[in-house]
């Protein structure tokens, strides 16, 4: 339990990280020149739709890059015990489709969390090939 707590900490500080994402994966989002080239200075040429639209797919992807960094910290930290291996190569963008497409598949489960969601999806997709 104490393990889960910890890393929904580590997802939830790695999400607001992630927020200017690998939109389209020039640079490595994480670095000074990634910022530069994909997070905008000003949405005054937006309207207030536009801005509400950006800000949603924003905070989706952000939330989705961040759970998938607080697993790669935890795969660092924690190898025995992690059980989702996410492979090198993967996108923040390429994980909210599968989630997305997973919400349309069920929405029978619409109402759980989506941490536990994620966890499942990313679960079924990536498991850590050397775990049970």
């Keep these: 339990m104490k393990l889960t707590t910890i890393t929904l900490a580590l997802?939830?500080?790695?999400?607001?990280t992630a927020l200017c994402g690998a939109a389209?994966?020039?640079?490595?989002?994480?670095?000074?020149?990634?910022?530069v080239q994909n997070c905008p200075?000003?949405?005054?040429?937006?309207?207030?739709?536009?801005?509400?639209?950006f800000v949603r797919?924003?905070?989706?992807?952000?939330y989705?890059?961040?759970?998938?960094?607080?697993?790669?910290?935890w795969e660092a930290t924690e190898r025995d015990t992690v059980r989702i291996c996410i492979p090198v190569g993967?996108?923040?963008?390429?994980?909210?489709?599968?989630?997305?497409n997973y919400l349309q598949a069920h929405p029978e489960q619409r109402h759980e969390a989506m941490g536990n969601i994620l966890?499942?999806?990313?679960?079924?997709?990536f498991p850590c090939k050397n775990k049970n």
């Excluded at 997802?11 to 607001?16: R, S």
């Design 11 to 16: 997802v939830a500080g790695a999400a607001l």
């Design 24 to 35: 389209r994966g020039e640079e490595d989002p994480m670095t000074g020149n990634g910022w």
């Design 41 to 53: 200075r000003s949405t005054a040429q937006l309207t207030p739709k536009e801005i509400d639209a």
């Design 57 to 62: 797919q924003a905070v989706c992807a952000a």
């Design 64 to 73: 989705v890059r961040g759970f998938a960094e607080g697993l790669k910290l």
């Design 90 to 100: 993967v996108t923040g963008f390429q994980l909210l489709d599968m989630a997305l």
């Design 119 to 125: 966890a499942n999806v990313l679960f079924d997709a």
